[in-house]
């Protein structure tokens, strides 16, 4: 089939929505199947192919109605993608949206009922509306819970992230593939490493509105107050960003504890994640948090580097303290520091043992090729 997968993200770059993409595409095209892209996002890399996959960047912001005032302008997006899609001479078999942005979504509705085409959507995360421009009462809030409760229902299949969201849309849709994030296998993963001599931790990514890890570097403060030694790089966020958000965590500015990478390539920024010994993500037991699913999880055990969370979304799925992770229930900061101490005195034989673990988690749960089978049924009800 020629399927076209669309939405508003940048790609071939290094964050979670190209990469949600990427995992998508790969399963796709080990199916025979002819995918061509058309990011709605200008990348900073210019290319329009990779391998057999043909890129067609479509910037929605670059033109069309109110492009000159993007807060604006996100409430229409939409119309460049689908005047590429109508002068198109072949239409496609299938469209897949990434995202349920309601500008997208209303046209690619008509779009695809007019030419006879099916649309499925891949439907990553269910927006905090205190999250988005406006707040709660704003246009984007209300445009996100329309999509949401509304429009997403009318389309011919669902890609979903999480179980929350499977579960959400199950009634309404019975053409639904439940499909986390996907990696590829990655070469020359050194699933025997032993810890490092000074236990290492990673975080990758810009914390924003969506991470709550403030009591976990409480925690780390007061082990760092009380002599424990430890390093953490923080990868994809500058230090005077971090410091403006957590201005009181002391060793943020000890360059013996601390390194701040930037933006990085995400070859860069796996090479630091297989190095470290646990890559941490904290996040709140919220909506928004359940029904979307980190791909830095994933990408961190298909690295064979543990996972150092609290329990959202699906973690209790993929993830089980001391087996291939460290898990936690609450987000207090006693209950931190016990855990830290314990994760301190790890032996490197249990280290070594979770880093297996971790590695045969990526494999049963993260992999592309587990999912070849589902991804082609799920096709082929829908088609």
Not at 259 to 267: I, L, P
Not at 288 to 312: D, Q
Request: positive net charge.
């Amino acid at each position: 089939m020629n399927i076209i997968y669309t939405g508003l993200f940048a790609y071939p770059d290094s964050n979670a929505n190209s990469l949600r993409v990427k995992g998508v595409v790969n399963l796709l095209e080990s199916y025979g199947h002819n995918v061509t892209i058309l990011p709605g996002l200008k990348s900073i890399i210019d290319i329009n192919k990779i391998g057999s996959t043909e890129v067609v960047p479509v910037d929605e912001y670059s033109s069309g109605f109110l492009s000159g005032i993007n807060g604006v302008r996100g409430m229409f997006i939409g119309d460049n993608t689908l005047d590429y899609l109508e002068k198109m001479i072949k239409k496609p078999d299938v469209i897949i949206l990434y995202g349920t942005a309601l500008g997208y979504l209303l046209r690619l509705l008509r779009f695809t009922k007019k030419y006879n085409i099916k649309l499925i959507l891949d439907v990553v995360e269910w927006y905090d509306p205190r999250h988005l421009p406006g707040g709660l009462f704003g246009p984007y809030a209300i445009a996100n819970e329309l999509s949401m409760r509304f429009f997403v229902k009318k389309a011919n299949g669902l890609i979903v992230i999480s179980e929350y969201l499977r579960k959400y849309y199950e009634d309404s849709n019975n053409k639904i593939i439940l499909l986390p994030p996907l990696f590829t296998k990655v070469i020359n993963v050194d699933i025997n490493r032993q810890k490092n001599d000074v236990l290492q931790l990673c975080y990758v990514g810009t914390p924003g509105k969506k991470e709550n890890f403030i009591v976990f570097l409480d925690a780390l403060d007061f082990l760092y107050q009380n002599g424990y030694q430890f390093k953490i790089n923080f990868v994809g966020v500058k230090k005077e960003e971090f410091i403006s958000k957590y201005p009181k965590i002391k060793f943020i500015n000890d360059k013996d504890y601390c390194f701040f990478h930037g933006r990085v390539s995400n070859e860069k920024a796996k090479e630091i994640i297989s190095l470290s010994d646990f890559m941490f993500v904290f996040r709140p037991n919220l909506r928004f948090a359940n029904a979307g699913f980190p791909s830095k999880v994933a990408e961190s055990l298909s690295l064979a580097t543990p996972v150092f969370c609290n329990n959202f979304s699906d973690i209790s799925k993929y993830v089980t303290d001391g087996y291939n992770g460290i898990v936690v229930e609450r987000l207090e900061t006693n209950s931190l520091i016990e855990k830290l101490k314990w994760v301190f005195s790890i032996s490197n034989q249990s280290y070594s043992a979770m880093r297996k673990n971790a590695y045969s988690s990526y494999e049963k749960n993260f992999n592309q090729t587990a999912y070849l089978e589902k991804m082609e049924i799920f096709l082929k009800g829908v088609c």
